[in-house]
């Protein structure tokens, strides 16, 4: 994983300049090396400030398997593309690729991308990503986006420049307006404009789902399905976010079965519920457990840094992003570089108490799985990635979600009882009994973040809303929110 960012220079004059801006903002993403392309020339591990130009794309690594280069070039280096992300199914379309004559120049997964492109077959990858692809003989850069959105991208418009970045911050101090790219969407910057255009859609890689009445039949499938996306994203040694809910135990459970080498990483205040629970699972799955505990004086500064991180002073997302934050800070300081989340699981299964009180909530639950990326994905990311660690999500693989489309309403909530169907699963993957039957509580309480930062923020005179908006503003993020 890593940083990409962009730039497309009209007058041809500053594309070296912020490129170099761009991606020294973003560095957080890609510690380990750097590099562009301007105008065709090739410039790693170099400042690329005074290189004058019109057209360049670049990147930060956060080396996961091995250094590889950043920017890949095309047989003939014609085509260069810069990606963030990770490609699942990479092997197989590899082998098929070769077959009609494509040649590799790197062992780097998302190399499959850029000559999936040229034969026109994007649509066979399966992965997380967003990328750019630099088309030098026609001057124009194509940057595209996952159609779940599980990697970030931004652009903005400014004077005779068109940007793009992985993060908003990147772009804010260069452009009059910045937009979020939509997943499975297209930018297309040329020399006359910029179109912006709907490439992917989940129903192409979904295919024709019909509910499964067999219950059986449906928990079956479900374990294959999950085991089988944990395999595909595993790396040794991976951690895992463990609140010991039955997202992440059955995450951790399959984990170890699998026999991966895996750490669970847990954030919480000494006496939270949270973190005397992950405790407690950890040790009934008999797994490595580091634990982050939170004191309330270092929550301002806590608080502050999920500010800067997520680009926003939303209360909703700095509380959920703090414990979440820690958690990464944590799981860096072990020398984690990668961890499993259970990001999904709630949106597709039936997880939040809002849908016990829903007219509707088969529909509220497709809605909130459409807006996960700008809801929850961007927020944990940008934590994430503050601190140089990499989220993989087992429960956003395709054959996944293939599974939860195929469940019907009655085994996601039976009896008021939400996420039945992943209960279900977990007693037969041999869970205890009290883990697959305990509530949901979300992080914000369960950690005990909200209820300290209440009272840090009464101490102070104020609301927690206005508190948190007050420090953003302090810190100048609240001044630079951006039209999205």
Same mark, same amino acid.
């Given at each position: 994983?890593?940083?990409?960012a962009g730039i497309y220079d009209f007058l041809g004059r500053r594309a070296g300049f912020l490129l170099g801006k761009m991606l020294f903002m973003i560095k957080h993403r890609g510690p380990d090396y750097s590099g562009c392309i301007i105008d065709g020339r090739r410039i790693d591990e170099s400042d690329?400030?005074?290189?004058?130009?019109?057209?360049?794309?670049?990147?930060?690594?956060?080396?996961?398997?091995?250094?590889?280069?950043?920017?890949?070039?095309?047989?003939?280096?014609?085509?260069?593309?810069?990606?963030?992300?990770?490609?699942?199914?990479?092997?197989?379309?590899?082998?098929?690729?070769?077959?009609?004559?494509?040649?590799?120049?790197?062992?780097?997964?998302?190399?499959?991308?850029?000559?999936?492109?040229?034969?026109?077959?994007?649509?066979?990858?399966?992965?997380?990503?967003?990328?750019?692809?630099?088309d030098a003989a026609k001057s124009k850069i194509l940057v595209y986006r996952d159609f779940l959105g599980l990697r970030p991208l931004f652009y903005g418009i400014g004077d005779n420049i068109i940007l793009f970045a992985s993060e908003r911050k990147a772009l804010r101090k260069f452009v009059h307006e910045?937009?979020?790219?939509?997943?499975?969407?297209?930018?297309?910057?040329?020399?006359?404009?910029?179109?912006?255009?709907?490439?992917?859609?989940?129903?192409?890689?979904?295919?024709?789902?019909?509910?499964?009445?067999?219950?059986?039949n449906l928990v079956k499938e479900l374990e294959k399905a999950l085991t089988d996306s944990i395999i595909s994203r595993a790396y040794d040694p991976i951690g895992i976010l463990f609140s010991g809910g039955i997202d992440s135990s059955i995450i951790a459970k399959i984990s170890k079965d699998q026999g991966?080498?895996?750490?669970?990483?847990?954030?919480?205040?000494?006496?939270?519920?949270?973190?005397?629970?992950?405790?407690?699972?950890?040790?009934?799955?008999?797994?490595?457990?580091?634990?982050?505990?939170?004191?309330?004086?270092?929550?301002?500064?806590?608080?502050?840094?999920?500010?800067?991180?997520?680009?926003?002073?939303?209360?909703?997302?700095?509380?959920?992003?703090?414990?979440?934050?820690?958690? @990464?800070?944590?799981?860096?300081?072990?020398?984690?570089?990668? @961890?499993?989340?259970?990001?999904?699981?709630?949106?597709?299964?039936?997880?939040?108490?809002?849908?016990?009180?829903?007219?509707?909530?088969?529909?509220?639950?497709?809605?909130?799985?459409?807006?996960?990326?700008?809801?929850?994905?961007?927020?944990?990311?940008?934590?994430?990635?503050?601190?140089?660690?990499? @989220?993989?999500?087992?429960?956003?693989?395709?054959?996944?979600?293939?599974?939860?489309?195929?469940?019907?309403?009655?085994?996601?909530?039976?009896?008021?009882?939400?996420?039945?169907?992943?209960?279900?699963?977990?007693?037969?993957?041999?869970?205890?009994?009290?883990?697959?039957?305990?509530?949901?509580?979300?992080?914000?309480?369960?950690?005990?973040?909200?209820?300290?930062?209440?009272?840090? @923020?009464?101490?102070?005179?104020?609301?927690?809303?206005?508190?948190?908006?007050?420090?953003?503003?302090?810190?100048?993020?609240?001044?630079?929110?951006?039209?999205?």
């Amino acid at each position: 994983m890593c940083g990409i960012a962009g730039i497309y220079d009209f007058l041809g004059r500053r594309a070296g300049f912020l490129l170099g801006k761009m991606l020294f903002m973003i560095k957080h993403r890609g510690p380990d090396y750097s590099g562009c392309i301007i105008d065709g020339r090739r410039i790693d591990e170099s400042d690329s400030s005074s290189i004058r130009g019109r057209i360049g794309i670049g990147y930060n690594m956060l080396a996961i398997s091995g250094r590889y280069p950043g920017i890949i070039a095309n047989e003939n280096q014609k085509l260069w593309i810069v990606c963030d992300g990770w490609v699942y199914n990479y092997q197989e379309l590899r082998e098929e690729l070769e077959k009609k004559g494509h040649k590799f120049s790197t062992n780097a997964n998302v190399e499959v991308i850029l000559h999936a492109f040229e034969q026109n077959s994007l649509n066979r990858v399966m992965g997380e990503f967003s990328f750019a692809i630099y088309d030098a003989a026609k001057s124009k850069i194509l940057v595209y986006r996952d159609f779940l959105g599980l990697r970030p991208l931004f652009y903005g418009i400014g004077d005779n420049i068109i940007l793009f970045a992985s993060e908003r911050k990147a772009l804010r101090k260069f452009v009059h307006e910045m937009h979020r790219l939509p997943p499975g969407y297209r930018l297309v910057i040329e020399e006359d404009g910029f179109s912006v255009e709907k490439v992917f859609d989940m129903n192409d890689w979904l295919g024709d789902v019909k509910k499964e009445r067999n219950l059986d039949n449906l928990v079956k499938e479900l374990e294959k399905a999950l085991t089988d996306s944990i395999i595909s994203r595993a790396y040794d040694p991976i951690g895992i976010l463990f609140s010991g809910g039955i997202d992440s135990s059955i995450i951790a459970k399959i984990s170890k079965d699998q026999g991966l080498d895996i750490t669970l990483f847990s954030t919480g205040f000494e006496d939270s519920h949270d973190l005397l629970w992950a405790m407690k699972v950890a040790n009934i799955l008999r797994l490595p457990h580091k634990v982050r505990v939170l004191r309330e004086e270092e929550l301002e500064e806590l608080m502050i840094k999920t500010i800067k991180a997520i680009d926003e002073a939303d209360p909703l997302k700095v509380l959920i992003g703090m414990p979440l934050y820690a958690t @990464a800070e944590k799981v860096r300081e072990e020398g984690f570089r990668v @961890a499993f989340s259970g990001q999904g699981a709630d949106e597709l299964f039936g997880g939040y108490a809002k849908y016990l009180r829903s007219p509707n909530p088969e529909e509220d639950m497709i809605n909130d799985f459409k807006n996960l990326y700008l809801n929850n994905l961007e927020r944990d990311d940008h934590c994430l990635m503050a601190n140089s660690v990499e @989220a993989r999500y087992p429960y956003l693989d395709i054959s996944v979600i293939r599974v939860a489309f195929k469940t019907p309403m009655e085994y996601k909530i039976r009896d008021s009882q939400r996420k039945y169907v992943l209960r279900v699963l977990g007693k037969k993957i041999g869970l205890p009994r009290e883990v697959c039957e305990k509530p949901k509580k979300a992080v914000q309480y369960g950690s005990g973040v909200t209820r300290v930062m209440k009272r840090i @923020a009464r101490k102070m005179g104020y609301s927690l809303k206005d508190f948190i908006k007050l420090k953003a503003r302090e810190i100048g993020i609240l001044d630079r929110i951006s039209r999205l």
